[in-house]
Nanobody
Framework: QVQLVESGGGLVQPGGSLRLSCVASGSIFSIYTMGWYRQAPGKQRELVATVTGGMSDYANSVKNRFTISRDNAKNTVALQMNSLKPEDTAVYYC?????????WGQGTQVTVSS
């Protein structure tokens, strides 16, 4: 079993920055994918960014604004979000995929508003 705990959400003005963090615990092995997804009210959950080994992937809407990073030794993944826009407002979920199983955190709210 794997547990994921996010932190770092909050309220920020347009153009501002936030950093989300996620710590994984439990049965973690070395080869797995971690990432961030988000879900806005009335919309489906969507991929924001993932990292597998040294490879990262981003949704087009966040490229050049968001950066995902991972610390394998600490089983953590972070999402640095810059130049935030109101359309980035959503609940952000940490995700871990391992041996065909997906695990989710409880989510953290990010609100971008003036």
């Amino acid at each position: 079993q794997v547990q994921l705990v996010e932190s770092g959400g909050g309220l920020v003005q347009p153009g501002g920055s936030l950093r989300l963090s996620c710590v994984a615990s439990g049965s973690i092995f070395s080869i797995y994918t971690m990432g961030w997804y988000r879900q806005a009210p009335g919309k489906q959950r969507e991929l924001v960014a993932t990292v597998t080994g040294g490879m990262s992937d981003y949704a087009n809407s966040v490229k050049n604004r968001f950066t995902i990073s991972r610390d394998n030794a600490k089983n953590t993944v972070a999402l640095q979000m810059n130049s935030l826009k109101p359309e980035d407002t959503a609940v952000y979920y940490c995700n871990l995929m391992q041996f065909g199983h997906q695990y989710w955190g409880q989510g953290t709210q990010v609100t971008v508003s003036s």
